[in-house]
């Protein structure tokens, strides 16, 4: 399997990337997937600015998206550090979990998801993945597994009947690549659309900290 051209499935440590913005033209560093990957971005030729408008302690709620892939051992460990820092800060952090596509995957998983997340049930669904993949050893791009799991966690049939539908794949597609353009790796963890940090609790605490007022 070309490791350039899927999801890393395990956890990448020491990466920096703040997310590149400029006007007209916005230049992204792509971090290679490699086993050890160089830390930071990459020096580029040209003219342009990497550009943060966040500035310390300026945020009443932080808001933080995780790009996940449910063919991701490392993804569901890191579920519970995610759950801890929910219960943590409360209405002072908004986490909002994207699932990613595998390169060699149907998108029928990350569509259920998606649905699931239309009834509120997102949370359930993400865990009903993760324990049919890794517990119970499942094929989660069957069918079966599939409306297995839709009835286990009571997503409505109307909703279900949806999951192939060309609408409902367009935009799974549009969120693949949009997520890619910042996730080379799963779990990723981007804050307020900007700073790439690692997926380890005490230092998405931290960053979360120099943003919110302080105490």
Not at 51 to 79: D, G
Not at 188 to 208: F, P, Y
């Amino acid at each position: 399997m070309n490791a350039a051209n899927t999801l890393r499935r395990e956890p990448l440590h020491a990466v920096r990337w703040a997310r590149l913005t400029g006007i007209g033209l916005a230049v992204a560093a792509l971090v290679a997937c490699g086993p050890q990957p160089p830390a930071g971005i990459a020096k580029i030729d040209g003219d342009y600015a990497v550009v943060s408008r966040l500035r310390p302690h300026s945020l009443q709620r932080v808001r933080i998206e995780v790009a996940i892939s449910f063919h991701c051992p490392a993804c569901k460990r890191f579920q519970p550090s995610l759950d801890t820092l929910a219960a943590k800060y409360g209405e002072r952090l908004s986490i909002e979990q994207t699932a990613v596509t595998p390169r060699s995957g149907s998108g029928r998983p990350e569509r259920l998801f998606l649905l699931a997340k239309r009834a509120g049930l997102g949370p359930v669904a993400r865990d009903a993945l993760y324990r049919a993949r890794f517990d119970l050893k499942q094929d989660i791009e069957q069918d079966a597994v599939l409306g297995g799991i839709a009835r286990q966690i009571g997503l409505p049939p109307e909703l279900l009947a949806q999951l192939d539908s060309a609408a409902l794949k367009r935009e799974q597609a549009s969120i693949d690549a949009r997520t890619r353009v910042f996730a080379a790796y799963t779990p990723s963890i981007l804050v307020e659309d900007q700073l790439l940090v690692d997926s380890d609790a005490a230092q998405i605490a931290r960053v979360i900290n120099g943003l919110l007022p302080s105490r």
